[in-house]
Protein backbone atom coordinates (compact mmCIF):
# COMPACT_ATOMS: atom_id res chain seq x y z
CA UNK A 1 0.00 0.00 0.00
CA UNK A 2 2.82 2.36 0.98
CA UNK A 3 3.98 2.03 -2.66
CA UNK A 4 0.71 3.26 -4.03
CA UNK A 5 0.84 6.19 -2.35
CA UNK A 6 4.41 7.13 -2.93
CA UNK A 7 3.42 6.40 -6.48
CA UNK A 8 0.34 9.14 -6.50
CA UNK A 9 2.77 11.31 -4.87
CA UNK A 10 5.60 10.80 -7.32
CA UNK A 11 3.20 11.10 -10.45
CA UNK A 12 1.34 14.50 -8.85
CA UNK A 13 4.85 16.43 -8.23
CA UNK A 14 5.79 15.10 -11.64
CA UNK A 15 2.74 17.01 -13.32
CA UNK A 16 3.30 19.88 -10.69
CA UNK A 17 7.24 20.12 -11.74
CA UNK A 18 6.39 20.16 -14.88
CA UNK A 19 3.69 22.71 -15.00
CA UNK A 20 5.80 25.08 -12.39
CA UNK A 21 8.24 26.09 -15.05
CA UNK A 22 6.60 27.68 -18.07
CA UNK A 23 8.04 30.78 -18.95
CA UNK A 24 11.28 31.33 -17.76
CA UNK A 25 14.02 34.29 -18.83
CA UNK A 26 17.46 32.78 -20.74
CA UNK A 27 19.21 34.72 -17.71
CA UNK A 28 17.67 32.78 -15.00
CA UNK A 29 18.35 29.02 -16.51
CA UNK A 30 21.83 28.68 -14.51
CA UNK A 31 20.44 30.24 -11.10
CA UNK A 32 17.21 27.87 -11.79
CA UNK A 33 19.72 24.57 -12.52
CA UNK A 34 21.68 25.54 -9.09
CA UNK A 35 17.97 26.30 -7.15
CA UNK A 36 16.95 23.03 -7.79
CA UNK A 37 20.25 21.12 -7.50
CA UNK A 38 20.00 22.88 -3.92
CA UNK A 39 16.53 21.10 -3.61
CA UNK A 40 18.00 17.76 -4.86
CA UNK A 41 19.94 17.51 -2.10
CA UNK A 42 16.64 16.60 0.41
CA UNK A 43 18.38 13.07 0.34
CA UNK A 44 20.31 14.52 2.93
CA UNK A 45 16.82 13.36 4.82
CA UNK A 46 17.45 10.14 3.96
CA UNK A 47 21.38 10.22 4.65
CA UNK A 48 20.71 11.14 7.98
CA UNK A 49 18.18 8.78 8.80
CA UNK A 50 20.10 5.77 7.76
CA UNK A 51 23.59 7.61 8.86
CA UNK A 52 22.02 7.86 12.29
CA UNK A 53 19.89 4.22 12.25
CA UNK A 54 23.12 2.56 13.78
CA UNK A 55 21.69 -0.65 11.91
CA UNK A 56 25.38 -1.72 11.57
CA UNK A 57 29.38 -0.27 11.03
CA UNK A 58 28.81 -0.29 7.72
CA UNK A 59 25.84 1.01 7.13
CA UNK A 60 26.61 3.93 9.19
CA UNK A 61 29.92 4.35 7.44
CA UNK A 62 28.32 4.54 3.73
CA UNK A 63 25.23 7.19 5.97
CA UNK A 64 28.48 8.91 7.37
CA UNK A 65 29.97 9.70 2.84
CA UNK A 66 26.36 10.39 2.15
CA UNK A 67 25.80 13.09 5.35
CA UNK A 68 29.09 14.61 3.54
CA UNK A 69 28.15 14.89 0.19
CA UNK A 70 24.55 15.62 0.63
CA UNK A 71 25.71 18.92 2.83
CA UNK A 72 27.93 19.73 0.49
CA UNK A 73 25.29 19.99 -2.00
CA UNK A 74 22.42 21.23 0.14
CA UNK A 75 24.75 24.20 1.77
CA UNK A 76 27.32 24.77 -0.97
CA UNK A 77 24.04 24.91 -3.69
CA UNK A 78 21.97 27.19 -1.65
CA UNK A 79 24.73 29.52 -1.08
CA UNK A 80 26.00 29.67 -4.94
CA UNK A 81 22.41 30.64 -5.76
CA UNK A 82 22.51 33.18 -3.36
CA UNK A 83 25.39 34.55 -4.51
CA UNK A 84 24.48 34.02 -8.25
CA UNK A 85 20.49 35.80 -7.64
CA UNK A 86 22.18 38.38 -5.98
CA UNK A 87 24.34 39.67 -8.63
CA UNK A 88 21.55 39.29 -11.18
CA UNK A 89 19.38 41.64 -8.78
CA UNK A 90 22.38 44.18 -8.57
CA UNK A 91 22.77 44.63 -12.44
CA UNK A 92 19.30 44.73 -12.90
CA UNK A 93 19.05 47.88 -10.20
CA UNK A 94 21.89 49.61 -12.08
CA UNK B 1 10.78 7.57 17.22
CA UNK B 2 12.95 8.58 20.43
CA UNK B 3 14.31 11.67 19.43
CA UNK B 4 13.70 14.72 21.26
CA UNK B 5 10.72 15.39 19.97
CA UNK B 6 9.40 12.19 21.82
CA UNK B 7 5.91 13.49 23.15
CA UNK B 8 4.55 14.91 19.76
CA UNK B 9 2.00 12.61 18.30
CA UNK B 10 2.94 10.06 14.73
CA UNK B 11 1.67 12.57 12.36
CA UNK B 12 4.08 15.26 13.22
CA UNK B 13 7.16 14.36 11.22
CA UNK B 14 5.15 13.87 7.81
CA UNK B 15 2.85 17.13 8.79
CA UNK B 16 6.45 18.89 8.78
CA UNK B 17 7.35 17.31 5.57
CA UNK B 18 4.23 18.65 4.17
CA UNK B 19 4.96 22.38 4.91
CA UNK B 20 8.41 21.85 3.18
CA UNK B 21 7.00 20.47 0.35
CA UNK B 22 4.81 23.37 0.04
CA UNK B 23 7.98 25.52 0.55
CA UNK B 24 9.54 24.21 -1.99
CA UNK B 25 6.96 24.77 -4.54
CA UNK B 26 6.73 28.03 -3.73
CA UNK B 27 9.72 28.63 -3.86
CA UNK B 28 10.51 26.91 -7.15
CA UNK B 29 7.95 29.15 -8.73
CA UNK B 30 9.32 32.09 -7.35
CA UNK B 31 12.70 30.88 -9.30
CA UNK B 32 11.34 31.64 -12.17
CA UNK B 33 10.54 35.16 -12.07
CA UNK B 34 13.63 38.08 -11.95
CA UNK B 35 12.18 39.88 -9.14
CA UNK B 36 10.96 36.84 -6.71
CA UNK B 37 14.19 34.77 -7.75
CA UNK B 38 16.16 35.74 -4.89
CA UNK B 39 13.13 35.41 -2.16
CA UNK B 40 12.12 32.31 -4.06
CA UNK B 41 15.93 30.55 -2.97
CA UNK B 42 15.47 32.03 0.88
CA UNK B 43 12.14 30.01 1.22
CA UNK B 44 13.24 26.99 -0.71
CA UNK B 45 16.25 27.55 1.78
CA UNK B 46 14.02 27.51 4.77
CA UNK B 47 11.96 24.10 3.66
CA UNK B 48 15.08 22.61 3.74
CA UNK B 49 16.31 23.82 6.82
CA UNK B 50 12.88 22.88 8.34
CA UNK B 51 12.95 19.43 7.61
CA UNK B 52 16.47 18.41 8.20
CA UNK B 53 15.95 19.95 11.11
CA UNK B 54 12.89 18.06 12.36
CA UNK B 55 14.49 14.80 10.65
CA UNK B 56 17.14 15.31 13.04
CA UNK B 57 15.66 15.78 16.25
CA UNK B 58 12.84 13.42 15.22
CA UNK B 59 14.70 9.78 14.91
CA UNK B 60 16.97 8.46 17.92
CA UNK B 61 20.47 8.87 16.33
CA UNK B 62 22.75 6.50 17.63
CA UNK B 63 25.60 7.87 16.88
CA UNK B 64 24.95 11.59 17.19
CA UNK B 65 28.87 12.19 17.07
CA UNK B 66 29.15 10.83 14.07
CA UNK B 67 26.22 12.37 12.49
CA UNK B 68 27.31 15.98 13.79
CA UNK B 69 30.94 15.41 12.72
CA UNK B 70 28.91 14.44 9.01
CA UNK B 71 27.25 17.37 9.12
CA UNK B 72 30.02 20.10 10.21
CA UNK B 73 32.52 18.74 7.80
CA UNK B 74 29.49 19.06 5.00
CA UNK B 75 28.95 21.89 6.06
CA UNK B 76 32.01 23.72 6.14
CA UNK B 77 33.47 21.98 2.50
CA UNK B 78 29.72 23.06 1.14
CA UNK B 79 30.54 26.64 2.21
CA UNK B 80 34.41 27.08 1.40
CA UNK B 81 33.82 26.29 -2.22
CA UNK B 82 30.24 28.55 -2.47
CA UNK B 83 32.51 31.36 -0.93
CA UNK B 84 35.79 30.95 -2.62
CA UNK B 85 34.71 29.95 -6.43
CA UNK B 86 35.17 33.32 -8.82
CA UNK B 87 31.43 34.06 -10.72
CA UNK B 88 33.10 32.57 -13.64
CA UNK B 89 33.73 29.23 -12.35
CA UNK B 90 29.74 28.75 -10.59
CA UNK B 91 28.53 26.26 -13.48
CA UNK B 92 31.41 24.10 -12.58
CA UNK B 93 31.03 24.05 -9.16
CA UNK B 94 26.86 23.38 -9.68
CA UNK B 95 28.13 20.44 -11.84
CA UNK B 96 30.05 19.51 -8.86
CA UNK B 97 27.54 19.92 -6.41
CA UNK B 98 25.18 17.88 -8.48
CA UNK B 99 27.40 14.46 -8.39
CA UNK B 100 27.38 15.09 -4.64
CA UNK B 101 23.88 14.58 -4.46
CA UNK B 102 23.25 12.20 -7.31
CA UNK B 103 26.42 10.04 -5.28
CA UNK B 104 24.87 10.61 -1.70
CA UNK B 105 21.31 9.10 -2.79
CA UNK B 106 23.43 6.29 -4.33
CA UNK B 107 24.89 5.69 -1.05
CA UNK B 108 21.83 5.86 1.14
CA UNK B 109 20.27 3.30 -0.78
CA UNK B 110 23.02 0.83 -0.76
CA UNK B 111 23.23 1.72 3.26
CA UNK B 112 20.09 0.95 3.71
CA UNK B 113 19.71 -2.37 1.90
CA UNK B 114 22.88 -3.66 4.04
CA UNK B 115 21.22 -2.44 6.82
CA UNK B 116 18.10 -3.99 5.96
CA UNK B 117 19.97 -7.23 5.09
CA UNK B 118 21.84 -6.82 8.40
CA UNK B 119 18.26 -6.77 10.58
CA UNK B 120 16.36 -9.00 8.63
CA UNK B 121 18.36 -11.21 6.34
CA UNK B 122 18.37 -11.04 3.00
CA UNK B 123 15.38 -12.58 2.58
CA UNK B 124 13.46 -9.82 4.16
CA UNK B 125 14.35 -7.39 1.51
CA UNK B 126 10.97 -6.47 -0.05
CA UNK B 127 10.69 -6.27 -4.29
CA UNK B 128 9.65 -3.06 -3.62
CA UNK B 129 12.94 -1.67 -1.67
CA UNK B 130 15.24 -3.42 -4.18
CA UNK B 131 13.72 -1.97 -7.04
CA UNK B 132 13.83 1.26 -6.03
CA UNK B 133 16.90 0.98 -4.94
CA UNK B 134 18.38 -0.20 -7.77
CA UNK B 135 17.08 2.78 -10.22
CA UNK B 136 18.62 5.16 -7.56
CA UNK B 137 22.44 3.28 -7.73
CA UNK B 138 21.86 3.52 -11.82
CA UNK B 139 20.64 6.94 -11.79
CA UNK B 140 22.75 8.16 -8.40
CA UNK B 141 26.23 6.60 -10.17
CA UNK B 142 25.71 8.10 -13.80
CA UNK B 143 24.66 11.34 -12.35
CA UNK B 144 27.86 11.17 -9.87
CA UNK B 145 30.76 10.42 -12.40
CA UNK B 146 28.87 12.27 -15.48
CA UNK B 147 28.44 15.49 -13.33
CA UNK B 148 32.32 15.10 -12.37
CA UNK B 149 33.46 14.73 -16.08
CA UNK B 150 30.87 17.74 -17.12
CA UNK B 151 32.47 20.00 -14.42
CA UNK B 152 36.07 18.86 -15.22
CA UNK B 153 35.23 19.86 -18.99
CA UNK B 154 33.40 23.18 -18.12
CA UNK B 155 36.77 24.15 -16.27
CA UNK B 156 38.36 23.86 -19.42
CA UNK B 157 40.38 20.48 -18.15
CA UNK B 158 39.74 19.21 -21.55
CA UNK B 159 36.62 20.78 -23.32
CA UNK B 160 37.09 18.86 -26.99
CA UNK B 161 34.50 15.54 -27.26
CA UNK B 162 36.31 12.46 -26.89
CA UNK B 163 35.28 9.87 -29.15
CA UNK B 164 35.81 6.20 -29.26
CA UNK B 165 34.70 3.25 -31.88
CA UNK B 166 31.26 1.62 -31.76
CA UNK B 167 30.17 4.50 -29.17
CA UNK B 168 26.93 4.08 -29.19
CA UNK B 169 26.92 0.50 -29.44
CA UNK B 170 29.32 0.03 -26.36
CA UNK B 171 27.15 2.58 -23.76
CA UNK B 172 24.14 0.38 -24.92
CA UNK B 173 26.43 -2.60 -23.65
CA UNK B 174 27.21 -0.94 -20.66
CA UNK B 175 23.55 0.00 -19.55
CA UNK B 176 22.69 -3.51 -20.40
CA UNK B 177 25.34 -4.93 -17.97
CA UNK B 178 23.87 -2.60 -15.22
CA UNK B 179 20.14 -3.20 -15.59
CA UNK B 180 21.15 -6.77 -15.77
CA UNK B 181 23.11 -6.28 -12.56
CA UNK B 182 19.85 -4.15 -11.14
CA UNK B 183 17.77 -7.52 -11.92
CA UNK B 184 19.72 -10.09 -9.90
CA UNK B 185 19.43 -7.78 -6.85
CA UNK B 186 15.46 -7.06 -7.30
CA UNK B 187 14.96 -10.96 -8.25
CA UNK B 188 17.72 -12.90 -6.03
CA UNK B 189 19.02 -15.17 -8.90
CA UNK B 190 22.08 -16.11 -7.33
CA UNK B 191 24.37 -15.49 -9.77
CA UNK B 192 25.86 -13.63 -7.13
CA UNK B 193 25.68 -14.44 -3.88
CA UNK B 194 24.36 -11.58 -2.08
CA UNK B 195 26.13 -11.66 1.43
CA UNK B 196 25.49 -9.25 3.79
CA UNK B 197 27.56 -6.35 1.63
CA UNK B 198 24.44 -7.04 -1.12
CA UNK B 199 27.16 -7.39 -3.48
CA UNK B 200 25.29 -6.66 -6.84
CA UNK B 201 24.13 -2.99 -5.50
CA UNK B 202 27.69 -2.30 -5.51
CA UNK B 203 28.11 -4.24 -9.11
CA UNK B 204 25.78 -2.18 -10.36
CA UNK B 205 27.21 1.06 -9.04
CA UNK B 206 30.33 0.34 -10.23
CA UNK B 207 29.16 0.18 -13.79
CA UNK B 208 26.77 2.99 -13.85
CA UNK B 209 29.73 5.11 -12.93
CA UNK B 210 31.66 3.48 -16.18
CA UNK B 211 28.76 4.39 -17.95
CA UNK B 212 28.09 7.99 -16.52
CA UNK B 213 31.71 8.94 -17.92
CA UNK B 214 30.96 7.20 -20.98
CA UNK B 215 28.00 9.29 -21.80
CA UNK B 216 29.39 12.69 -20.97
CA UNK B 217 33.04 11.92 -22.26
CA UNK B 218 32.04 12.50 -26.65
CA UNK B 219 30.31 15.62 -25.69
CA UNK B 220 31.69 19.04 -26.40
CA UNK B 221 32.45 21.69 -23.80
CA UNK B 222 29.73 24.04 -25.28
CA UNK B 223 27.02 21.99 -24.48
CA UNK B 224 27.96 21.23 -21.49
CA UNK B 225 25.45 23.74 -19.80
CA UNK B 226 22.37 21.14 -20.87
CA UNK B 227 24.05 18.24 -20.24
CA UNK B 228 24.50 19.55 -16.60
CA UNK B 229 20.62 20.79 -16.32
CA UNK B 230 20.15 16.60 -17.54
CA UNK B 231 21.48 15.66 -14.89
CA UNK B 232 20.59 18.03 -12.36
CA UNK B 233 17.23 16.70 -13.21
CA UNK B 234 18.43 12.94 -12.84
CA UNK B 235 19.78 13.63 -9.24
CA UNK B 236 16.28 15.21 -8.85
CA UNK B 237 15.03 11.47 -9.80
CA UNK B 238 17.83 9.98 -7.76
CA UNK B 239 16.25 11.52 -4.55
CA UNK B 240 12.97 10.26 -5.32
CA UNK B 241 13.72 6.66 -6.26
CA UNK B 242 15.72 6.99 -2.88
CA UNK B 243 12.25 8.38 -1.16
CA UNK B 244 10.80 4.86 -2.57
CA UNK B 245 13.37 2.83 -0.18
CA UNK B 246 12.86 4.86 2.43
CA UNK B 247 9.21 5.29 2.37
CA UNK B 248 10.05 9.53 2.80
CA UNK B 249 7.18 11.68 1.31
CA UNK B 250 9.17 14.45 0.99
CA UNK B 251 12.18 12.77 -0.94
CA UNK B 252 8.86 11.88 -3.01
CA UNK B 253 8.20 15.58 -3.52
CA UNK B 254 11.10 17.92 -3.66
CA UNK B 255 13.05 14.78 -6.02
CA UNK B 256 10.34 14.87 -8.43
CA UNK B 257 9.83 18.23 -8.20
CA UNK B 258 13.58 18.91 -9.00
CA UNK B 259 13.45 15.65 -11.77
CA UNK B 260 10.45 17.09 -13.56
CA UNK B 261 11.23 21.07 -13.87
CA UNK B 262 15.00 20.17 -14.63
CA UNK B 263 13.24 17.69 -17.73
CA UNK B 264 11.41 20.81 -18.93
CA UNK B 265 14.30 23.50 -18.80
CA UNK B 266 16.78 21.10 -20.54
CA UNK B 267 14.36 20.83 -23.29
CA UNK B 268 13.86 24.85 -23.08
CA UNK B 269 17.28 25.35 -23.24
CA UNK B 270 17.99 22.36 -26.56
CA UNK B 271 15.44 24.88 -28.27
CA UNK B 272 16.76 27.73 -27.73
CA UNK B 273 19.95 26.61 -29.07
CA UNK B 274 17.52 25.15 -32.22
CA UNK B 275 18.49 21.33 -31.41
CA UNK B 276 17.41 17.99 -30.03
CA UNK B 277 18.11 16.63 -27.20
CA UNK B 278 19.22 13.53 -28.74
CA UNK B 279 21.50 15.74 -31.11
CA UNK B 280 22.86 17.18 -28.08
CA UNK B 281 23.74 13.82 -26.31
CA UNK B 282 24.66 11.57 -28.59
CA UNK B 283 25.03 13.80 -31.71
CA UNK B 284 28.68 14.09 -31.23
CA UNK B 285 30.58 17.05 -32.64
CA UNK B 286 28.46 19.62 -30.78
CA UNK B 287 27.89 20.73 -34.37
CA UNK B 288 24.23 22.29 -34.87
CA UNK B 289 22.30 20.34 -36.78
CA UNK B 290 18.71 22.25 -37.44
CA UNK B 291 15.56 20.70 -35.95
CA UNK B 292 12.05 21.84 -36.36
CA UNK B 293 11.59 22.18 -32.71
CA UNK B 294 12.61 26.07 -33.07
CA UNK B 295 8.40 27.00 -32.38
CA UNK B 296 8.23 30.54 -30.36
CA UNK B 297 7.29 30.24 -26.90
Known amino acids: MAFVENLTLFVLAGFLGYELITKIPATLHTPLISGTNAISGITLIGSVVVAGSGHSTLASVLGFFAVVLATVNVVGGYLVSHQMLRNFGRRRGE | ?297
Open chain 2, 1 to 297: MAGLLDGLPQDTLPLVYLVSGVLFIVGLRKLTHPRTAEQGNLISATGMALAVGVTVLWFEILEPLVLGAALLVGAGIGTWLAVSVETTEMPQLIGVFNGFGGGASALVAGAELVGQVGALGASGLSATATGAAAVTGLIGAVTFCGSLVAAGKLHGIYENPIHYPAENAIKVGVLSVAVSAGLVLVTRIDLVPMGELVAPYWALLAVASVLGVLLVVPIGGADMPVVIALLNAFSGLAAASTGFVLNNSVLIIAGTLVGASGLILTRIMCRSMNRSLVNVLFGGHGGPTATSGAEAD
